[in-house]
C-alpha cells in the first residue's frame, strides 16, 4: 500500500534550470493537489486536478506548470526556476466526487534554488 | 473570502498539561469542511479530523477532542495530558468548494500552523 509518493525527496538546482517534481498515487483518487509550505504562510495551493486532463490554478500559480495524462500521476513543473520558489512542496491526493473530502498527502519535496 | 487564522504562532507546555489550540475562519458558504492536521518534526502532514459545517457535536478520541463552534467560526482542538510526542506544527484548514465543470472540486485554505512544544 504505497499511498502517494514524491519524487525526488530533496532537490538543488540553479536559477533558470527546468525542474519537475513528480507526484504518484495508488488510490486511484480522482483529485489531485500541489501545495508549497513556506514560513509564515502555511501552505498555499499551487495547482490542483479534478481528473485527467482537468486542471486549474491555485491561489499561487505562477511560475509552475502541471500536466495530469495518468490519473496516478500530477508531475509540477518549474520552467525556469527562482530563488522565491525555494519550498518545500506537497502533493495531495483525495477520491470524493465532491473534492471535499480528506486530502492525504505525500511526504514533501525540499527545493533549494540558489 | 475565505481564511483561516491560527493566532498562536508557538505554545509551550510541560508533559501532563492541557493545551488549546485555536482555529477561527471565515468563509460565506454554507456547505464547508474544517480540518486539522498534525505535522511531526519529520516532515509529513498527517491528517486527524474532518468535520462539515452541519455538525456541529464535540468530537473526542483518545486525548484528542476538537470543539466546532459556528456562532463565533472557531473550531478549536484541545490535547489531554499531553506527551512529548505531541510535539509538532498543527495546521487548521477549510475547504473551499469550486466548480470543475462537473466536478465540485475541494480546496483547503490552512492557516499559518501552531508550533506546539511538550517539554518533558
Known amino acids: 500500500d504505497a499511498g502517494i509518493t514524491q519524487s525526488p525527496r530533496y532537490k538543488i538546482t540553479e536559477t533558470g534550470r527546468q525542474v519537475t517534481l513528480m507526484c504518484h498515487q495508488t488510490w486511484s483518487h480522482s483529485y489531485m493537489f500541489w501545495y508549497r509550505q513556506d514560513l509564515g504562510h502555511g501552505l498555499r495551493l499551487i495547482y490542483y486536478s479534478a481528473a485527467a486532463d482537468i486542471t486549474d490554478k491555485g491561489e499561487v500559480p505562477d511560475g509552475y506548470v502541471v500536466s495530469r495524462s495518468k490519473t496516478e500521476n500530477f508531475p509540477l513543473t518549474l520552467e525556469s526556476a527562482t530563488r522565491s520558489q525555494t519550498s518545500v512542496y506537497f502533493c495531495?491526493?483525495?477520491?470524493?466526487?465532491?473534492?471535499?473530502?480528506?486530502?492525504?498527502f505525500g511526504p514533501g519535496t525540499r527545493l533549494t534554488v540558489l | 473570502a475565505q481564511k483561516v487564522t491560527q493566532a498562536q504562532t508557538e505554545i509551550s507546555v510541560v508533559e501532563k498539561e492541557d493545551v488549546t489550540l485555536d482555529c477561527v475562519y471565515e468563509?460565506?458558504?454554507?456547505?464547508?469542511?474544517l480540518f486539522w492536521y498534525k505535522q511531526p518534526p519529520s516532515g509529513e502532514l498527517v491528517f486527524l479530523i474532518r468535520?462539515?459545517?452541519?455538525?456541529?457535536q464535540n468530537e473526542i478520541s483518545g486525548r484528542y477532542s476538537w470543539n466546532f463552534q459556528k456562532s463565533t467560526s472557531s473550531f478549536n482542538f484541545t490535547i489531554t495530558a499531553s506527551q512529548v510526542v505531541d510535539s509538532a506544527v498543527y495546521f487548521c484548514a477549510l475547504s473551499e468548494p469550486t466548480l470543475m465543470i462537473y466536478n465540485q472540486g475541494g480546496k483547503l485554505i490552512f492557516g499559518q500552523g501552531t508550533e506546539l512544544s511538550v517539554k518533558p
Open positions: 495531495a491526493s483525495t477520491l470524493g466526487t465532491s473534492g471535499l473530502d480528506t486530502q492525504y
Open positions: 468535520r462539515n459545517s452541519f455538525d456541529e
Open positions: 468563509t460565506r458558504d454554507t456547505t464547508y469542511y
